[in-house]
């Protein structure tokens, strides 16, 4: 039986990897608000990568936006820009790791785990767009580390606004609409 | 919007359309990963040599490329001026030398031969590898290119992820289309005449839908693989896979050669940068 649930489990994760990749592309084409700064847009892409990757995993968030950002920078930019697609996957990866935690599955999420979540957020995106893509960038690609920091920093706040917002919405709109764990008791 | 979408596989008769993907996907990765590194401008410029004559034998019409290619060419460029403006003399603390045009080395803003040149070469970074990229999107069915991803060992469960997502690009799209018309229909403004608030309120009632589909749309499809007994087994074949054949071969053989040039140049140069100015 546990067997059974495992093989399930892996083809969920197989097809939300794939479909998350596929919205995830969708959205960083279609509903993205340009910062002004190259580069550098207001994706509802992150928002939805949250949800996504507290529903299957990290597994299917890291994937999944690696897939969709390579994608979507494949047909915008002619080629995918590594650190960044990389670090993006990370994101999701980290996002990922709260799976348990968060329980968004198993009925309304609490306000604190809301908070929790967006303090969790808010220091792994700092951690991914201020520090680790700005540094790729100057180590792989060699440009100016004034420029790639900027566009570091206004990802992080953009993408931690997004996550917050739009992340923080999702999240509670699909956790009501589950059954609320232990909701239901037998009758005496 | 439509003219944002026509990147995309089409069958043409050209040698390029007949390598096997996996071929192409190898050739793409490892030409952009060497391009990524080197900062050697006549390596940069032969890479884009070989490129464009590879793209006049791919059939690739320009005017199928064309918005796709202006959007590339000023995103660039913004990427140029945002580079000069927040380091106008990277070219000189990179090179070592200063030739200068306008101004001295002492003041912030002055332009030298040598911070022309680091842009030319990021520039040649920026575009290189997109006829490349371009060649492979256009001559790649989609259905070849995962069995592609599963031949030079990525999983074939990734492979299957990667599938999906192709597979289903379209129809997300499609889904999106209906339900913003939908919404607009209802009275949700979200063009340019909206205030950004209005907008804002607009988009999210357009992505609630898209989102919610989405995620019956996965578990309908998990269930389905499941009944088909998905996972079953350690491996799995390839409808589409294309064995290796004479061409493939040789043209790995030309990558190799060309990567290891790459490499060798960096040996030649005492680093990654090509520097004319000593």
Known sequence: MNNKNQSSNSIRTVVATGIGAAVIFVLMKFVAIPTGIPNTQFNVAEGFLALLAALY???????????????????TYGSPWWTWVITDGLVGVALGLIKNRLNVTGGTVKTMKLVWFNLYQIVVNFVAWVLIAPTGDVLVYHEPAAKVYLQGVTSWIVNSVSVAIIGTILIVLYSRTRAQHGSLKKEK | MNSQLLIGYTARDTFLNRLSGSTKLIGFVALSIIGMVTYDTRFLLGVLLISLILFHFSKIKYHEVAFVL???VAFAILNLVMVYVFAPSYGITIYGTHHMILGSPDHYFNLSWEQLFYEFNLLLKYIFAVPLALIFLMTTNPSEFAASLNKIGV?????????????????????????????????YEISRKAKLMTR????????????????????????????RRFGHNKKRTWYMAQPFKRNDYLALIIIVLIVLIGIALFKVNGGRFWNPFK
Request: hydrophobic letters at 50%; zero cysteines; charged letters at 15%.
């Open chain 1, 57 to 75: 995993g990290p597994v299917a968030g890291g994937l999944a936006v690696f897939i969709g950002h390579s994608l979507n920078d494949f047909v």
């Open chain 2, 70 to 72: 202006q959007v590339i």
């Open chain 2, 155 to 187: 999983s074939y469960r990734i492979s299957y992820s990667v599938a999906i997502a192709l597979r289903y690009i379209p129809d997300v799209q499609n889904d999106y289309r209906t339900i913003s018309l939908a919404q607009q229909a209802r009275g």
């Open chain 2, 200 to 227: 804002a309120k607009g988009a999210v009632q357009i992505i609630m839908p898209l989102i919610l589909s989405s995620l019956d749309r996965i578990e309908i499809i998990s269930q389905a693989m499941e009944l």
